[in-house]
């Protein structure tokens, strides 16, 4: 009986524990993940300007080019139009 009732009290004692936050990120771990994010920003500006180009070339509008994982771009279907009410 005594087993038992211990066994609950350490089971609501534990239930009660708030949960421990993640320590947070070391100054040069912040630091490079800033610098990373900065990097990818530029590359993905960089490949956007360069898709965007590609597009251009081929006649297709920005919004309808897509880059098929071949290299070959293909234009998708105009979105159709609602129907006015």
Same mark, same amino acid.
């Given at each position: 009986?005594?087993?038992?009732?211990? /066994?609950?009290?350490?089971?609501?004692?534990?239930?009660?524990? =708030?949960?421990?936050? &993640? &320590?947070?990120?070391?100054?040069?771990?912040?630091?490079?993940?800033?610098?990373?994010?900065?990097?990818?920003?530029? /590359?993905?500006? =960089?490949?956007? =300007?360069?898709?965007?180009?590609?597009?251009?070339?081929?006649?297709?509008?920005?919004?309808?080019?897509?880059? =098929?994982?071949?290299?070959?771009?293909?234009?998708? &279907?105009? &979105?159709?139009?609602?129907?006015?009410?």
């Amino acid at each position: 009986m005594r087993t038992t009732l211990l /066994i609950l009290a350490m089971g609501i004692a534990g239930a009660a524990e =708030q949960p421990k936050t &993640p &320590p947070a990120l070391k100054t040069a771990e912040r630091m490079a993940l800033t610098d990373l994010y900065a990097k990818r920003a530029e /590359i993905d500006k =960089q490949i956007d =300007q360069i898709l965007t180009e590609a597009c251009a070339d081929r006649g297709i509008s920005k919004d309808r080019c897509r880059l =098929q994982p071949d290299g070959t771009f293909i234009a998708l &279907p105009e &979105p159709p139009k609602e129907a006015k009410k």
